[in-house]
């Protein structure tokens, strides 16, 4: 039989008697050198972002203005359906009128999908851009800058001079959109998440 180590007063050792005094193990130290300091909680996630700023909020606005304009085009081409007519008579004399009719209707049809689109977009952005997506800022300036080339073109075109002024009018509402998303306070407020 094997003889226990003997300690001074009899008996075995308790590691930590009364939890005074007496040099911990390492398995009983906490994660820290030198105490139980817990380890930081990242059950919070990021801070909140911080209020949408005034130069956001009137870009916001003024997409919603683009919007209506876009449906004011479009009125105003569903309400030229005549002028339709008569370009495409003149244009094809030997035309039955039959065929004219249906020309004009998918005039008609494309010219309202592509109002729907457009103001789908505006209306798109203009949600995207006010939630601080900073995807959204860098897409509408692309949009801005292909309507910039549009409009170079329509205005060169023989069109009708209230409908020039609409296209006109869309471009600087447009421009003063991208002035605005690019302001200082507008950056500072696009800036990732885990910048804040």
């Known amino acids: 039989?094997?003889?226990?180590?003997?300690?001074?007063?009899?008996?075995?050792?308790?590691?930590?008697?009364?939890?005074?005094?007496?040099?911990?193990?390492?398995?009983?130290?906490?994660?820290?050198?030198?105490?139980?300091?817990?380890?930081?909680?990242?059950?919070?996630?990021?801070?909140?972002?911080?209020?949408?700023?005034?130069?956001?909020?009137?870009?916001?606005?003024?997409?919603?203005?683009?919007?209506?304009?876009?449906?004011?085009?479009?009125?105003?081409?569903?309400?030229?359906?005549?002028?339709?007519?008569?370009?495409?008579?003149?244009?094809?004399p030997h035309a039955s009128a039959h065929t004219i009719t249906q020309d004009v209707h998918a005039v008609q049809v494309a010219i309202v999908v592509e109002a729907i689109i457009e103001i789908g977009l505006w209306l798109w952005m203009a949600w995207k851009n006010r939630a601080g997506a900073n995807w959204a800022r860098i897409l509408s300036t692309v949009f801005f800058g292909i309507s910039t080339l549009s409009i170079l073109v329509s205005i060169s075109q023989p069109t009708a001079v209230l409908n020039k002024l609409l296209t006109l009018l869309s471009w600087l509402v447009g421009l003063a959109i991208i002035v605005l998303l690019w302001r200082k306070e507008s950056s500072a407020y696009f800036r990732p998440a885990k910048a804040w």
């Open 1 to 92: 039989m094997t003889d226990l180590p003997s300690y001074p007063g009899g008996g075995n050792p308790e590691p930590n008697p009364g939890g005074q005094g007496g040099a911990r193990p390492p398995w009983a130290q906490g994660p820290y050198p030198g105490g139980d300091q817990p380890f930081p909680s990242f059950t919070d996630g990021p801070p909140p972002r911080p209020p949408v700023p005034q130069t956001v909020l009137n870009a916001v606005k003024l997409m919603y203005v683009g919007a209506g304009l876009s449906l004011v085009g479009l009125i105003l081409a569903l309400s030229t359906t005549s002028n339709i007519r008569h370009a495409y008579r003149k244009a094809l």
